[in-house]
């Protein structure tokens, strides 16, 4: 089950599309996200006949909005979903409910475990329920409450930060908007939170998880060295993820790549893709897993990105593009409403696309006994970067004018006699002549063409 295929044709009810009135109740809207959620997702539009597919409207989005979330908030365990949309069909309003695929429980609403059949809701037979759990295994542990943990462990200056940027959220306490979000449970007769509210809202995330942070290093070569700029990143999730993309991008080299004669300026590695690896990593990591944080290895032609916790579910290396499957649904759907993520892709196409994009190899993506590795392979010695080459300039020797003329060079990729003569006019032509012989003969340019014909490439 791909992502495409919460991409249907909305025109009809099928086994991914549901339609339902303004007025339909919360238990079966609940049973409709329950069949979607374990048949691999879909899209439920209310304002719609069931039967002949023609809008109807809503009355009040606001109470629909809160309906649907409470359908999704009844089921077992939550669902927690993208926040419903508005949209318009024929000039009548409705609300469009995505279910994602790769959700990682089964689920049930007042004991029925259904699924998606066709056009219609159904109960999943025992054989189907008990492949189904074993596919995809036991209660997530950012759903659970960590022993001690109460409401003032909570930033809620960073919450309500998060809640005022939803979009539609019916008018509700910020406890119940947390609550919907699955960052607050109700537990022994009061509001607590879970290891993901703590994770993204919590004054001290690493008191609960001890090792949810980010080590990073950025070696001198190729391999692990005594040459190295180091950083441990602690905080919340969010803040991980900005400060760890602020780190590479301050120990990535940037400059230029010369394809030919044209000169591309660049980074060493297009920083969303950076940013796709880092975000991943901190998404889907197994944070059960003591001792161990998310890695940053960043050497002279590739970085390397671990996130401890083998894939899960039915995930492995091979369909890693195809399928999808999110063990910490509740953190991949909050990063989502930040813009930090797609919600539907997690990342993986799009970091491909991008790195073969820049002329790159794609990432390669490697199981360990522990974890999972992603490592992305550089530009390497064909990024010029101007502040090292600057550096080897004065350490060759060179005159002003030389240096004036290698400066020249990377702006426009090449250089003529006549060009250095215009940067020189007070200068011989012999004197020029000499400053190019003497740049070649350093192994600084190349010499290209006879005569009049003649230019200048860095070599």
Known sequence: MTADALSPDLSRQGQHVAFARDTTAVAKLADTLVA???????????????????????????????????AALATDPPLIIPMPRLAEREGHPMLTIAVPPGLPNVYSFRGKYLIRDDARNRPLTPRQLRRLMMERGAVSFEALVPDGARLEDLDWEKAEGYLSGLGIMPSSSSEEALVKRGCLVQKDGQLLPTYAGLLLFGREPQRWVRSSAILLVRYAGTTMGDTFVRDEIQGTLPEQIRRAEAFVLDNMRRGVRLLGLERVEETEYPVEAIREAIVNAIAHRDYRIAGEEIRVLMFADRIE??????????????????????????????????????????????????????????????????????????????????????????????????EQALTYLLEAGRITNREYQKLCPDVSAETIRRDLADLVSKDLLLKIGEKRATYYIFK
């Open 36 to 70: 979607f959620a374990n048949a691999g997702g879909g899209t439920l539009l209310i304002g719609v006949e069931p039967r002949s597919g023609k809008p109807s409207g809503l009355e009040d989005p606001e109470d629909a909005v809160d309906r649907v979330l409470k």
């Open 305 to 402: 990105v671990y996130s401890p916790g083998r894939l899960p579910g039915h995930i492995t290396v091979d369909n890693l593009v195809e399928e999808r499957f999110s063990r910490n649904e509740i953190i991949v759907q909050i990063l989502s409403d930040m813009g930090f993520i797609e919600r539907l892709g997690y990342g993986i196409d799009r970091m491909i696309r991008l790195m073969t994009g820049a002329g790159l190899p794609p990432p390669k993506f490697e199981e360990t006994a522990a974890g999972f590795q992603v490592t992305l392979v550089g530009q390497g010695a064909s990024l010029i970067s101007e502040q090292a080459d600057l550096l080897r300039w004065r350490q060759a020797g060179l005159n002003e004018r030389q």
